[in-house]
């Protein structure tokens, strides 16, 4: 492969032509060319009805996918009618088990309210109706009917026990049967003569069982008078009752509701007496084993969710997606030295919230609560929100409720890296059955006008917002340059455009502490370099370390065996490059190349992977007539860690060939790039760090002398020379086979 020179404003930040938008424009994210077929996905499921078409969206951190994810949720929804609201309502046959109900937006309060004025308003309308003239009148006609007959059927068991001399009195104990003298008086069965006292004892039991069909009776005629007296309260109380309940049945109109209003009637009709009592006063024997109940709590309104205040569905966005908060939970009230349920403490999650609209989740926080991923796949292959407390630890309490589950009909867009994607979800059977739609982000843009025109007016829009300060083209400039560097490509944009609006923000402050009225080229430029400074304390020391010696690099000279290779060193936060020798040492043998960090266990398989590229390529060049027989230990000098990678193949075969044909390898060149078993170099990653890694570890010793060889194979010279050498070995050891390759790997 030829050498090519890039002059420094080759290596340097490229420039691009300003496009500004134009003034009616308002740049988004998503029209990025990198966004643009996230964007098209996104429009596609939410266009789509059937289940199983939510959405997954993926792009690299920084690079705006959950702001520009929400903005285009939140407008696509605009277009959107709100949803219905949804309350709970008692199910007074079954009162641990409440039922839903859907209502038009806004109508779900209305009816709260209307509840709460109407069972108010039955308190003083009943009090009313139980006290008016011609209700009391009627009441004690009634009583007054039944006192008569009770005094008659009294008197004639009276009068049956006068007759067979004995008399029959009442008292608090009830009724109590005594006998009779000659003179009409009580006395004791003892002092009756005894000639009559067998008569009278007689005459005793008869008056006695006479005495209990009379009790009998007198019961039925009580009750008979509580039902008569009870209907004429229940009629009273229909009377006031009904026509509310039709106003409110009239009224509120949703699927379902009819048949409550007419359970509601039935159920305070059978509770007026509670609407006597205090408001704050359990009155109301609730069953299920719960304790009674106050009217406000029996006839309460659970609104779970509200949307009088909104014009569009819900985009919600759970940042902790928790059982409770996705799903909603139950809570308790203290009551009587415990803890009671009630169904108006049914409190929504975020599934309730976003129904009829848009849940948004992290891929992370949705893996750290990993537990309610089966809940979620469950809601979506159901279609409903069932409100558990399976997941809380312990007996189940006595009387909790059981709602009934609100059918569920929403989008769920989950954002998130790729490796959550790929690693995690993608492998999940039942993920690909529910999330159909991939919106998949590119890490980067052509650097065109479009794009250019769209970074250019994020950047001016954001610092403006941010720091209140505007951004001047060169700085625009330099920011583009930037993108670019992170891209890893002049002619492309990194699509991280939250990584450039940091910078932007840093200049901003720079700009600000100057006292200057703009953000300039020179800004941004001291924010980056400021930037560096904080993130590299480890590039310098590194750095040091080769300066001073304590890490052997050379560079001036040359040297057999010996070639600077270039490496790229990430800790997430700042990464730079860093020069490392790589040697090579040769001997008579049948071993072929060994590569000690292998033989150590300190090399990834990708090293590995490309020791033995090279080891292929050294056999179709050098063993199509002869085998060759020849031993070469290759190792990373001061290698202390694990290394992996391909991208220093091209610097191990070099150091084999110097050592092999005893060729001497500039020191001042660095050598960076992978290559195939063809012998083709193949594209470089990182190579600004690893250049001005190289310069930044040996500018004092040898600046002036410096050079990087990238991708570059030896020369023909060298070839041929390796190739004489090479058929020299297996002629003097033809009895040693042929050559014998090591599967060791090497990288940096």
């Given amino acids: 492969m030829p050498v090519s020179r890039l002059d420094a404003e080759d290596c340097g930040f490229p420039h691009f032509r300003i496009r500004s938008p134009h003034k009616d424009q ?67 046959s079954r009162t641990n088990k409440p039922r839903p109900y859907a209502l038009p937006a806004g109508q779900g309060g209305k009816l709260a309210s209307a509840m709460e004025t109407l069972i108010s308003h039955l308190r003083e309308a009943f009090a009313s109706a139980f006290n008016a003239p011609a209700h009391l009148t009627e009441t004690q006609t009634q009583t007054e009917e039944a006192r008569a007959q009770l005094r008659e059927k009294f008197d004639a068991l009276r009068e049956y026990a006068r007759e067979r001399g004995l008399d029959v009195q009442e008292n608090e104990k009830g009724v109590m049967i005594v006998a009779l003298n000659e003179d009409g008086e009580p006395v004791s069965l ?4 005894k000639e009559r006292r067998n008569e009278a004892e007689d005459a005793f039991e008869e008056v006695a069982e006479e005495a209990r069909k009379t009790l009998l009776s007198t019961r039925d005629l009580e009750e ?99 059982y409770d908060n996705l799903f909603g939970q139950i809570q308790y009230r203290p ?31 949705l893996l750290e609560h990993e537990e309610c ?37 929403l989008k769920v867009v989950i954002v998130g890296a790729p490796k959550f994607y790929y690693t995690f979800f993608s492998l999940d059977v039942d993920f690909r059955n529910h999330f159909r739609v991939k919106a998949d982000i590119d890490a980067d843009m052509p650097a065109a006008g479009r794009n250019i025109s769209i970074y250019t007016g994020l950047l001016r829009e954001f610092a403006l917002s941010r720091s209140g300060i505007p951004v001047d083209n060169g700085a625009i ?21 939250e990584r450039v609006e940091d910078v932007a923000i840093e200049a901003g402050a720079v700009c600000k502490s100057d006292g200057r009225e703009s953000i300039r080229a020179a800004d941004v430029r001291r924010a980056i370099e400021e930037r560096r400074h904080r993130n590299s304390r480890l590039e310098d020391r590194s750095h040091e370390r080769v300066q001073r010696r ?109 050592a092999i044909s005893n060729i001497p390898m500039r020191q001042n060149i660095g050598v960076t790039g992978s ?35 990238s991708s570059r194979l030896p020369t023909r010279k060298t070839l041929c020379f390796a190739k004489k050498l090479f058929r020299q070995s297996v002629r003097a050891n033809s009895t040693s086979g042929p050559l014998s390759i090591s599967t060791t790997r090497l990288s940096s």
């Fill in 675 to 709: 290559m195939n078993q063809f012998g083709e170099a193949q594209p470089v990653g990182g190579i600004s760090h690893k250049i001005e890694g190289f310069i930044a570890s040996v500018r004092i010793r040898a600046l002036p002398a410096i050079r990087v060889l």
């Fill in 190 to 193: 003892d002092e009756i003569p």
């Fill in 373 to 409: 991923w089966g809940f979620l796949k469950a809601a979506l292959r159901d279609r409903e929100i069932r409100i558990e407390e399976t997941h809380k630890g312990g007996a189940p309490t006595a009387g909790a409720p059981e709602p009934r589950p609100i059918p569920l009909d």
């Fill in 335 to 365: 009551m009587g030295g415990g803890m009671h349920p009630h169904f108006s403490l049914i409190k929504p999650g975020a599934l309730h919230r976003a129904n009829g609209g848009v849940l948004v989740l992290r891929a992370e926080s």
């Fill in 550 to 658: 304590e890490i052997l690099i050379d560079s001036f000279g040359s040297v057999v065996g010996q070639v600077n290779a270039l490496t790229v060193l990430d800790y997430g936060d700042h990464a730079f490059g860093l020069p490392a020798r790589v040697s090579a040492r040769s001997y008579v043998g049948s071993l072929g190349v060994l590569n000690i960090e292998r033989m150590v266990d300190m090399s990834g398989p990708l090293q590995q992977k490309s020791v033995m590229t090279i080891e292929g390529f050294i056999k179709s060049r050098f063993a199509q007539e002869f085998p060759l027989s020849f031993a070469c230990n290759v190792t990373f000098e001061q290698n202390y860690g694990g290394i992996e990678g391909d991208s220093a193949s091209m610097a191990e075969l070099c150091a084999i060939i110097s």
């Fill in 26 to 92: 308002q740049p988004k994210i998503f029209d990025f060319s990198s966004h643009y077929r996230a964007a098209e996905a996104l429009k596609f499921g939410l266009s789509m009805s059937e289940p199983g078409f939510n959405i997954f969206v993926l792009g690299l951190d920084r690079a705006g996918r959950m702001t520009a994810t929400l903005d285009y949720l939140n407008k696509a929804m605009e277009e959107r009618d709100a949803p219905d609201d949804w309350v709970y309502l008692n199910n007074f």
């Fill in 477 to 497: 400039r330099q920011l583009l340059g930037q993108a670019a560097r992170w891209a890893g490509e002049r002619d492309k944009l990194t699509a991280q455009i």
């Fill in 224 to 322: 008979q008078i509580g039902d008569t007296l009870d209907s004429l309260r229940r009629g009273a109380a229909k009377v006031v009752l009904k026509p509310r309940i039709k106003k409110l049945r009239d009224k509120f109109t949703s699927p379902g509701l009819k048949a409550w209003f007419e359970a509601l009637e039935k159920d305070i009709l059978d509770n007026i007496d509670a609407f006597e009592e205090a408001s704050d006063q359990p009155a109301i024997e609730s069953g299920d084993g719960k304790i009674p109940e106050t009217v406000d709590d029996r006839y309460a309104v659970n609104l779970l969710i509200d949307h009088s205040r909104d014009k569009h569905p819900d985009v919600v966005l759970e940042p902790s997606p928790s």
